[in-house]
């Protein structure tokens, strides 16, 4: 069993192909970071560097998600921190 890998996710273990027997397509991707997919095992890969995260579909839905809601706050927490800078400087004006 040479060409099976196993990856524990939570309680569960899965059971995934190694990275010469899978069929991974990429989904999205830019310079250091991408995101592949193979339908057979139905596993995610994140790949940011050299760093590589492999999860369930639906894991890595919960994930996609999570992102999505911190960048929005970290969005709303630098507008928030510019104004808060641009209204100082205006008041320290002569």
């Known amino acids: 069993m040479a060409d099976i890998a ?19 397509v990429v989904l999205a991707g830019n310079d250091g970071c991408k ?17 590589s995260l492999r999860l369930e579909a639906q894991a890595f839905n919960s994930l996609a ?6 960048a929005a706050r970290l ?7 510019s104004q808060s800078q641009f209204t100082t400087s205006i008041k320290n004006v002569h």
């Open 6 to 24: 196993r990856c524990s996710i939570g309680n569960s273990e899965i059971t995934m192909k190694t990275v010469n027997n899978c069929r991974r």
């Open 35 to 51: 995101v592949l997919y193979c339908e057979e095992c139905q596993v995610a890969e994140v790949e940011v560097g050299a760093l």
């Open 65 to 70: 998600e999570l992102l999505q809601e911190a």
């Open 75 to 81: 969005a709303v927490f630098s507008a928030a921190k």
